[in-house]
């Protein structure tokens, strides 16, 4: 289960060797400018939250949109969202980048779609260019890698056949087996990949300094130095 305990250690493996001096061109989990706006997951309340040129380490999300309309932030909406997101307006994936964030101890996430004011054109133009930096300064990019749409979310169970039967000997036994993951770094076929599909996203993974990759399953990996996958 990509949500597993067992899962997010090998994450926190992964940063602890990202940010130590084994990986000279990455970063060491300097705190950097805070975008506009971001989402505050420091409590139980998600909230959207106008900074004021704080320092802080942030996540981003790098996501499909889909074909459904998804939850956005708008004119009317602002002042709505500055006081509280409900839980169960937020799509599978952000419920499951939120969860993500506070499992890796950060208070902030930015999602375009919510930290953009999407009807409003002036926001877009000054945010739009932007964006390239947030991505390139965040503490990490969270990617729903296996997702189509927003209603595929981050985590997946790793799928197994259970086999039983008697030996020879009279004896029970069992055999549990997967398939072989699809490897993100090596396969050329996109349908496990959907988000890989994405010219937007192209961007993304390549300015980012790190990027965790939600497969359909397995996690992988990607930083200035490394290209990991659990496998």
């Not at 250690?9 to 130590?20: K, V």
């Not at 209603?151 to 030996?167: H, V």
């Not at 396969?187 to 988000?195: G, K, N, Q, V, Y």
């Amino acid at each position: 289960d990509t949500g597993s305990a067992e899962a997010f250690a090998r994450i926190h493996s992964w940063f602890s060797t990202c940010h130590s001096d084994q990986h000279a061109r990455c970063s060491k989990g300097e705190l950097t400018s805070l975008p506009k706006r971001v989402l505050d997951v420091s409590s139980e309340t998600v909230r959207l939250y106008e900074t004021r040129g704080e320092l802080a380490k942030y996540a981003c999300l790098s996501h499909c949109w889909g074909k459904q309309q998804i939850i956005t932030t708008t004119k009317a909406s602002i002042p709505r969202h500055l006081q509280a997101i409900s839980w169960d307006a937020l799509s599978r994936t952000f419920q499951g980048a939120v969860t993500c964030v506070r499992r890796l101890g950060l208070n902030y996430l930015w999602i375009d779609s919510l930290c953009i004011i999407q009807d409003m054109r002036s926001d877009w133009v000054d945010q739009s260019p932007l964006m390239a930096d947030y991505y390139s300064k965040a503490h990490i990019t969270i990617a729903a890698t296996a997702s189509a749409d927003s209603a595929g979310g981050l985590f997946r169970k790793w799928p197994q056949l259970e086999f039983t039967g008697i030996t020879t000997e009279g004896s029970p036994s069992q055999v549990i087996v997967r398939r072989m993951p699809e490897h993100l770094f090596e396969s050329f076929i996109l349908d496990p990949f959907p988000l890989l599909s994405r010219a937007w996203v192209y961007q993304e993974r390549l300015l980012s300094a790190a990027v965790l990759h939600f497969g359909p399953q397995e996690l992988s990996w990607e930083c200035k130095e490394a290209s990991i996958c659990e496998c």
